[in-house]
């Protein structure tokens, strides 16, 4: 098991922490659409999907977070048609 350490947090906050993470997923997703998703993971399938539903539902949970925070800090964005 991983340990959690502050370090690991702040790093993975980052623009490079955040970038390692997206790669891990885009190798996933190669490993998975080349038939190796036996060679990326020891997790079976039941526990990977599980996984990766927690972590799609997090993801999407904190964007509406933010959104919501900026929708109520900022003003609403004023549209204008141009003729």
Do not use: C
Request: cysteine-free; glycine content about 4%; proline content about 5%.
């Amino acid at each position: 098991m991983m340990i959690h350490t502050q370090f690991n947090r702040d790093f993975l906050l980052t623009d490079a922490g955040l970038a390692a993470v997206y790669e891990a997923f885009d190798d996933l997703h190669d490993a998975v659409s080349e038939g190796q998703i036996q060679q990326m993971t020891p997790l079976d399938r039941r526990e990977l999907l599980g996984w990766l539903r927690e972590l799609v539902f997090t993801a999407q949970e904190t964007i509406e977070e933010i959104e919501n925070t900026n929708a109520s800090t900022y003003p609403p964005p004023v549209l204008r048609l141009v003729k």
